[in-house]
Structure formats: C-alpha cells, structure tokens
C-alpha cells in the first residue's frame, strides 16, 4: 500500500485493495512539523506503534489499511503520544474520514461511508448456490425421464430372474464416497485461496497463530492421506499375494516421487532455476516424509481387520470398546515420543540470540526485541541445515510483522507433527475397518472428534495467542494438529453419513476432483500464471474474487473431463 503521505492541495493517493483515505487535521498551538503520525494493527501482537509519517502541513491525506482494526495515535514534540479516539478503529474499505488533532486529543470520524467489501461474496455464493440448484433439478428430472422412456418391458422370465437376483444378491465392495469428496472439498479450496482468494484476509494464511480457510487445506489432505492408508493397507493385507517387502518398496517409491515431484512444482514459479537458491522443503516433500513415516510404521504392525475383531472378543467389556488403540499401542508410543522430542526441541535447544522456547514470528513481536527470532528453534533448524538460501522467502508474518529473517512453513521440524496428523487420520481409517455397525463408527468419529478438539484447546487455553502451545499453521504445533483433526473427524462424519449411508448426495463435483488431487495439485501450480487459467484484472476485491473463483471452476471441469475419459492419476 502506497503510505506517502500528502498535503491538502495534492491529489488524492489512488486507493488500493483494502485501504482508506484519512485526512489528519491539525488544530494545535504547536508547530505541525512536530507531530508524528503512529499506527499498528490489532493483529500484531504486542507490537509497538510505528511511525506512519510526519505531519509536516495543516492538513495531511494518507491511505490507511482497512484489513483489521488499527489503533491510531500522534506523538507531539513534547515527547508525549495521544491516543486516538475510538481505540481502536475498524476503518471501511474507500471510505474517507477525519483525524482531528489538538493539543490533547485526537479524534477519528467519518466523512465519506465506505463500500462493503463483503458484497462480492454473497453475489458469489448466490451465483453457485443457483447454479448448484439448477443442476440438482435437471438431473433429477433427467433421470426419471431416462426410468421412463429407456426402461424396457420386463418379461416373465426376466420377471423370474429378477426375483431370483433380489433373494441372493452378490455382495459387492464399493469405494467409499467421503473419501473422495472431502479430498476434492480440499483441492477446491486450496485453488481457490492459491490463486488469492479475492485478497480477503480470512481467505488467505494467517499471519502467524490463529485460523483461516487457507489454513485448513493442509492439515485435512494430511489427515485423509492417513484415513486412506487404513483402508489401502486392510485391503492390500487381505490380498493372498501380500508381501511386507513389496509393499514397502512401493512405499518408499512413491515417497521419493512425492518429493522429487514437490521439488519440481515448488521451484517452476519465479526467477527460482538456480541450484543456489533451490527451495527444498515443501508440501509434497512433507506429504512424502510424513507418508513413508507412518506408512512404514504400520506396516510392521499391520493386523487386519477381522484379527482385531476377533480380538476384540477375547478381551474385557472395559477393553474391547478401545480394540483400535490397544492393538496398536506401541505405534502410539511411538508417535508420543515423536512428540516429545518435538517438545524438547523447541522449548530447550538454544537459539543464538533468541530465549529458549520461543514461538513467536520474530520482527515486531513483543516489541521488536526478538526481531531475529522467526519461528524460533523451527526456523533456526530449517536454516541451519538446510541453509538459508533454500528456505521459503517469505513467510505469512513478513508483512504485518516486518520480519526480515526467512522462514519455511513446511520445514523439517514441522514434520514431526505432521506425521501425528497423518497418524490420527490412519486411526480414524481403523474405525470403518475393525467397527462394522455404521451406528457405532459414527459415535466414534464423535468421540474422538470431541477428544482432540478439546485436547487442543486446553494446549492453547482456548485462545489465539496466550496458550502454552497457540495453534499454528507455520510450527504446526500440537493444537494445531489436534484441532484441526477434530474439524476433519467431524467433516468426514457429515460426509460419511450424507454420502455412504443415507446416499442423499454422490458428492459431485468434488468426488471426482478428489479423484485426481495429485493432477490437479500440480497442474494448478504450474499453469498459474497461463491463458486460460488466470489473466491480470483490476486489484479489487471483486476482479480478485472473479479470477480465484474461475480458477478453482476451470480445474473443476478439468478434473470432470478426466472422469468423464476414466483418467486418475496415481503414484
């Protein structure tokens, strides 16, 4: 945002996404050379005010951010900072308003409403919301014209063969449809906010702790990633040509393909070509790490289904309820103890310069006093090994924290984290395996969905930034992982009933988008900035809004055609 600030008699800055105009007017026995204008986003936390510029006329126009509330004040020549009333102030999208300032005071008023920025999005949801509405009526109508008319005669010996059809039917296994669709439900959104997201700040990632859309994508694909690993693994154990050594070779390929093929897609964009300055770390190579990690794991204490079912009814009525923990108990030491290190890890390992455990973004936090401390122990690691040079740029908290240091949202230390998500998605894959009632597989999704989220609160104290472990996106700490497989578990539960047992919806269109998540994972990155995928419009929110929408609608149809060609392709 241009921040110049101008004098009365000087045009108006052109307003940018997100921004208002503010005139400062000054009414002051002092000199209007001695004050300074400050401001700070509410959003930063514990951040100091910073000087925005001097007011050096009697009036003074400056573009403000109207993204999060902001608090104002004015430092005078006496070494004095009067606050602004209100504290703090919410400012309105184009709107123009006055700062009135004299010798004590400071006030904030509205001279010109602003727009509601908001409006694009309700146009937008009215516009799928008829379109969703318009195609649920002609296929039903389309379908009981084809029962109708196509339907032929039944005979009496087709008559007889049919009752004999309904009185022993074949029994048939069918893929399960909220697999699928809560993976296209990611890769829909995850388009959408890649390609912006119409430059809404709850559309994109959150700057440091705390959720936003954008931050749910990840954590659910690793959450499915493990809940498919479940019932890949039973189906392949049941297989009478099942081989460990086989199955681990064919875990360890796909993990190298996932993170080779990472490499290649997070390093296609920008002036990125140079060996030098080669990013190493990213979401495919997490997927990969936390994949053969948990895969490998598993496989060394695979028992099947019907094992642990017969199991179940050796052990007690206090016991058998928790099969799916007991049986494999030693995986789930084993992941404690991963997070035990992680613990340790980023509560005890020194940081030059930086006090031990510290989570924060660096910059202006806690005043600016550990500016070189972004991510703490995360981000010291990530540099330490891998070098500065291949670590991401610029992370989420670059803007609103000032940060100068580089930081890499999926580095190494995040991994270990990232394999409990996977791991309590491998779990919740169990419950479809080992609990055949669709009653009690529902419960349990409840159960456990109640267990983690709450587990999750209690590590942030239920707040954004004042627990003993916030939920973050870019450490992915426990709560992280904890809440966000709380709101997949009870995701897949909605699915799960609305789709594989009531069958009230097939999913569509997201069933075969999730079909073709890994295509249209690395499709849309690479094609990002290609006709006809997206083209330059105007920076407002509805232009933005428009192109990230089309975006997410052009890979849609994409992923349909393939279905359509039975294309799916698969590592």
Not at 95 to 104: A, K, P
Not at 283 to 308: D, E, G, M, N
Request: aromatic share 14%; charged share 15%; hydrophobic share 45%.
């Amino acid at each position: 945002m241009n921040r110049r600030c101008v004098s009365a008699s000087a045009a108006n800055p052109s307003f940018t996404i997100d921004s208002a105009l503010l005139y400062a007017h000054i009414d002051t026995t002092y000199n209007s050379s001695d004050f300074v204008l400050l401001e700070q986003s509410t959003e930063c936390h514990n951040c100091p005010l910073v000087k925005v510029c001097s007011l050096r006329h009697s009036t003074t126009k400056l573009l403000v951010d109207t993204t999060f509330k902001s608090v104002i004040a004015v430092n005078n020549s006496q070494g004095g900072i009067i606050n602004c009333s209100p504290w703090p102030v919410h400012f309105g999208e184009y709107g123009h308003y006055n700062l009135t300032i004299n010798d004590t005071s400071c006030t904030i008023s509205e001279v010109r409403p602003p727009v509601n920025s908001h409006t694009p999005i309700y146009w937008a949801f009215l516009a799928y919301l008829t379109l969703a509405l318009v195609y649920g009526t002609a296929l039903i109508c389309f379908n009981r014209f084809r029962r109708v008319f196509t339907n032929p005669r039944i005979t009496e010996s087709d008559s007889d063969r049919l009752l004999v059809d309904l009185a022993a039917p074949v029994p048939r296994k069918r893929r399960l449809g909220f697999l699928d669709t809560f993976r296209g439900i990611c890769i829909v959104i995850m388009i959408f906010v890649n390609y912006g997201g119409g430059h809404y700040w709850f559309f994109k990632h959150s700057s440091w702790n705390g959720l936003t859309l954008a931050d749910l994508v990840f954590p659910w694909f690793m959450f499915v990633m493990g809940v498919s690993m479940a019932l890949s693994f039973e189906k392949a154990a049941m297989s009478a040509s099942f081989s460990k050594y086989r199955v681990l070779v064919s875990v360890v390929r796909r993990s190298a393909i996932l993170f080779l093929l990472g490499m290649f897609v997070i390093n296609s964009n920008g002036n990125k070509n140079s060996w030098a300055n080669l990013r190493i770390m990213g979401v495919l190579q997490r997927f990969a790490i936390a994949y053969l990690f948990v895969a490998c794991l598993r496989l060394f204490s695979l028992k099947t289904a019907s094992h642990i079912r017969g199991m179940q009814n050796n052990m007690s009525s206090l016991a058998g309820p928790f099969v799916d923990v007991l049986v494999y108990w030693t995986d789930y030491l084993i992941v404690g103890v991963l997070l035990l290190i992680w613990c340790l890890i980023v509560f005890l390992l020194p940081v030059p310069g930086c006090p031990s455990g510290y989570l924060g973004p660096g910059g202006l936090d806690d005043g600016g006093q550990f500016a070189n401390c972004t991510g703490g122990a995360a981000g010291y690691i990530d540099r330490l090994l891998l070098g500065d040079s291949h670590v991401h740029r610029r992370p989420s908290c670059y803007h609103l924290y000032r940060t100068t240091q580089r930081f890499d949202p999926e580095g190494i230390l995040g991994c270990i984290t990232s394999i409990f998500t996977v791991f309590l998605g491998l779990q919740a894959g169990q419950i479809f395996l080992i609990f055949e009632s669709k009653k009690m597989q529902m419960k349990r999704l409840w159960y456990w969905a109640v267990i983690y989220g709450v587990g999750g609160g209690i590590l942030c104290k239920f707040s954004q930034n004042d627990g003993f472990l916030p939920v973050n996106k870019n450490l992915w700490t426990p709560s992280f992982a904890l809440v966000l497989s709380s709101l997949a578990l009870l995701i897949i539960s909605v699915l799960y009933y609305t789709i594989d047992d009531k069958e009230w919806w097939c999913g569509e269109p997201f069933y075969f988008v999730g079909m073709n998540s890994i295509l249209l994972y690395v499709g849309h990155e690479v094609f990002e900035k290609c006709l006809p995928v997206q083209w330059e419009v105007p920076m407002n929110h509805s232009a933005q809004l428009f192109m990230s929408l089309w975006g997410a609608s052009f890979w849609t149809v994409i992923a349909y055609a393939f279905h359509l060609n039975k294309f799916y392709l698969s590592l």
